[in-house]
T-cell receptor, first 112, second 116 residues
Framework: GESVGLHLPTLSVQEGDNSIINCAYSNSASDYFIWYKQESGKGPQFIIDIRSNMDKRQGQRVTVLLNKTVKHLSLQIAATQPGDSAVYFCAESYQGAQKLVFGQGTRLTINP | GAVVSQHPSRVICKSGTSVKIECRSLDFQATTMFWYRQFPKQSLMLMATSNEGSKATYEQGVEKDKFLINHASLTLSTLTVTSAHPEDSSFYIC????????????FGPGTRLTVL
């Protein structure tokens, strides 16, 4: 069945370093992808999204890369800060479908 | 903008009782609302999709008679966990979509349900 998975369940980086969180998806029909940040005991917070007609999109300190050939999505966070510590989820959807399918999540820990 | 609230944020109940969780879109009209369940250290699993004025669509394996969903207005959806048992203890999260172009969803803060 369709699934969205992550390569690394945990990631620790030094404050100030860049981090990269990866996500693999299996539904080739997916055309919309979102990264969410979830802090403990809270709901997911939108970070950045990308549509399949793009391969890169940048936000403030974050960049999402999409490689449709290998069905891979990544989130790059530049100059990480303690407040970036959280669980990050990728999610996918496709045109005509309302629902999102979430990946398993990666816990990012920023070390001081 | 695009704020979604949930009430209550935490609830503890005895086994066998029913619990209602509210999800509200505060500053937009939500054509569609979604209910997710999240167990500790796991991802969000979609339980059901509800469209205002129509019956909810449940995901495979989710009992519709146990998890009653009502989406009576464009700003409110409720999830009632009937005859709750300890295994229903989880973090329940709703999201709302304004139904504009794209599939963006705005998430609520979640409700922690503990069934004793």
């Amino acid at each position: 069945g369709e699934s969205v998975g992550l390569h690394l369940p945990t990631l620790s980086v030094q404050e100030g370093d860049n981090s990269i969180i990866n996500c693999a998806y299996s539904n080739s029909a997916s055309d919309y992808f979102i990264w969410y940040k979830q802090e403990s005991g809270k709901g997911p917070q939108f970070i950045i999204d990308i549509r399949s007609n793009m391969d890169k999109r940048q936000g403030q300190r974050v960049t999402v890369l999409l490689n449709k050939t290998v069905k891979h999505l990544s989130l790059q966070i530049a100059a990480t800060q303690p407040g970036d510590s959280a669980v990050y989820f990728c999610a996918e959807s496709y045109q005509g479908a309302q629902k999102l399918v979430f990946g398993q999540g990666t816990r990012l820990t920023i070390n001081p | 903008g695009a704020v979604v609230s949930q009430h209550p944020s935490r609830v503890i109940c005895k086994s066998g009782t029913s619990v209602k969780i509210e999800c509200r879109s505060l500053d937009f009209q939500a054509t569609t609302m979604f209910w997710y369940r999240q167990f500790p250290k796991q991802s969000l699993m979609l339980m059901a999709t509800s469209n205002e004025g129509s019956k909810a669509t449940y995901e495979q394996g989710v009992e519709k008679d146990k998890f009653l969903i009502n989406h009576a207005s464009l700003t409110l959806s409720t999830l009632t966990v009937t005859s709750a048992h300890p295994e229903d203890s989880s973090f329940y999260i709703c999201s709302a979509s304004p139904g504009l172009a794209g599939n963006e969803q705005f998430f609520g803060p979640g409700t922690r349900l503990t069934v004793l």
